[in-house]
C-alpha cells in the first residue's frame, strides 16, 4: 500500500498498520506519541520526492529560498530519550523492523 508522500506507518506482523501519519508540514516538528502492544513491528517512512528530509541544497543557486534545513527522523523512548537516529539523507524510505516486549 502506498501513501501520500512524505508519510509514515508502522505495521505489525501480520501488516495490519498500528500507526501512520498521512500528511507533513514543512518547517514542523511532530512528536506522535505511539503505544503498541507487544509484538514485532516494521516502521516505514516514505518519501515520494526521493530526497529524504535532506534541505534542497542543489537549489541555492536557481531559488535560494526554497533551500530550507535538514530535518530529523528520530524514535524516542516514552521519556524523550534517543532509541534511533534514522537521520534526514535517505532518498526515498527508511525502514526499520522491531520488537515490543520480548521477542516471540
Known amino acids: ?3 501520500p508522500i512524505p508519510s509514515y506507518t508502522i505495521t505489525d506482523r501480520d501488516g495490519i498498520v498500528a500507526a501512520s501519519r498521512l500528511v507533513f508540514e514543512d518547517g514542523t516538528v511532530y512528536e506522535d506519541r505511539i503505544h503498541l502492544d507487544p509484538g514485532a513491528y516494521t516502521f516505514e517512512f516514505l518519501d515520494s520526492e ?3 528530509l535532506i534541505r534542497h541544497w542543489w537549489l541555492r543557486g536557481s531559488a535560494p ?3 530550507g534545513e535538514n530535518g530529523a527522523l528520530r524514535i524516542l523512548d516514552g521519556e524523550g530519550k534517543t532509541l534511533l537516529d534514522l537521520g534526514y539523507d535517505f532518498a526515498e524510505k527508511r525502514s526499520v523492523r522491531f520488537f515490543v516486549g520480548d521477542p516471540q
Open 1 to 3: 500500500m502506498r501513501f
Open 65 to 67: 529560498d526554497s533551500i
Open 50 to 52: 526521493e530526497d529524504g
